[in-house]
């Protein structure tokens, strides 16, 4: 099943992320239940 990038991003959010920063198109999103978490790279 596709989905789109606004469906993902309403998933990750209702997950516990949230959008850390954004550079231009570039999103980089934190998860707000463990300190210094930073998985916005690795996918």
Same mark, same amino acid.
């Not at 099943?1 to 469906?7: A, I, L």
């Given at each position: 099943? *596709? /989905? /789109?990038? *606004?469906?993902m991003i309403e998933i990750l959010e209702a997950d516990g992320w949230f959008l850390s920063r954004q550079k231009g198109t570039y999103k980089q999103y934190k998860y707000s239940k463990k300190k210094n978490c930073d998985h916005s790279r690795s996918w």
């Open positions: 099943m *596709r /989905k /789109k990038v *606004r469906e």
